[in-house]
């Protein structure tokens, strides 16, 4: 078992930055990839980052991309997203999720998942 707490999130204004942290715990070894995903209301829960457990390959959707970075601190086990010029859009319950398969930006793929953290940004 894989747990999974994220932390960080809060409100911003627009063309402001976040930095969200994911603290993993249990058996974080089996993990292929770690993600991050995020929900805004009335919206299916959507891809935003992802990291490589091994080698630290980055994935992002085209809706964050050069905006947002995903990292990774495996002696602290925590993944990070740090998120500049945020936007309207970007608000949303944004969540840290792990998968030991190989499928990055599929939310069926990921086994394990936090609670979230919401991101809210106004104008």
């Known amino acids: 078992q894989v747990q999974l707490v994220e932390s960080g999130g809060g409100l911003v204004q627009a063309g402001g930055s976040l930095r969200l942290s994911c603290l993993a715990s249990?058996?974080?070894?089996?993990?292929?990839?770690m993600g991050w995903f995020r929900q805004a209301p009335g919206k299916e829960r959507e891809f935003v980052a992802a990291?490589?457990?091994?080698?630290?390959?980055?994935y992002y959707a085209d809706s964050v991309q050069g905006r947002s970075t995903i990292s990774r601190d495996n002696a602290k086990n925590t993944v990070y997203l740090q998120m500049n010029s945020l936007k309207l859009g970007d608000t949303a319950v944004y969540y840290c999720?792990?998968?030991?398969?190989?499928?990055?930006?599929?939310?069926?793929?990921?086994?394990?998942w936090g609670q979230g953290t919401q991101v809210t940004v106004s104008s």
């Open positions: 990291i490589r457990a091994s080698g630290g390959a980055t």
């Open positions: 999720a792990g998968t030991p398969f190989i499928g990055y930006s599929q939310t069926g793929l990921y086994s394990y």
């Open positions: 249990g058996r974080t070894g089996s993990m292929y990839y």
